[in-house]
Nanobody
C-alpha cells in the first residue's frame, strides 16, 4: 500500500504560481511512477503530468506544457508540481497518484493509489 497526501493548493490570481506537494508513505516510494491529474467542476478527471521512478522521464498534457513542472525527491518520499503562469482554466481539484510500476503513464487506470486531492482556484 502507498498512502498519498497532497498539499499546497489555494487561491491565486491569473499569472501567479503555486507548488503542489504529494507526500507518500507505505511501500518503497522510489519504485513508483507518479502522476498528477485534475478535475474541474462538471468535467472528467484529466491527466496533467507524470514522472518515472528515477525522475529522469517526464510527460505533460499539452495544456500545461511549458508552464508546469513535475519533479520528485525520493529521499523525502515527495513529488511536486510547480505551476507557473496559472490560468483560470487551471482551476480544479488536483490529485496525486502512484502506480505499481516504474515507467510513466498518462492513463488513470494505470495508477493504483490516489490522494484525496487539493483545490486550486485561479481568479481572473
Amino acid at each position: 500500500q502507498v498512502q498519498l497526501v497532497e498539499s499546497g493548493g489555494g487561491l491565486v490570481q491569473a499569472g501567479g504560481s503555486l507548488r503542489l506537494s504529494c507526500a507518500a508513505s507505505g511501500r518503497t516510494f522510489g519504485r513508483n511512477a507518479m502522476g498528477w491529474f485534475r478535475q474541474a467542476p462538471g468535467k472528467e478527471r484529466e491527466f496533467v503530468a507524470t514522472i518515472n521512478w528515477g525522475g529522469g522521464s517526464t510527460y505533460y498534457a499539452d495544456s500545461v506544457k511549458g508552464r508546469f513542472t513535475i519533479s520528485r525527491d525520493n529521499a523525502k518520499n515527495t513529488v511536486y508540481l510547480q505551476m507557473n503562469s496559472l490560468k483560470p482554466e487551471d482551476t480544479a481539484v488536483y490529485y496525486c497518484a502512484a502506480r505499481s510500476w516504474l515507467v510513466i503513464s498518462t492513463t488513470q487506470n494505470d495508477y493504483n493509489y490516489w490522494g484525496q486531492g487539493t483545490q486550486v482556484t485561479v481568479s481572473s
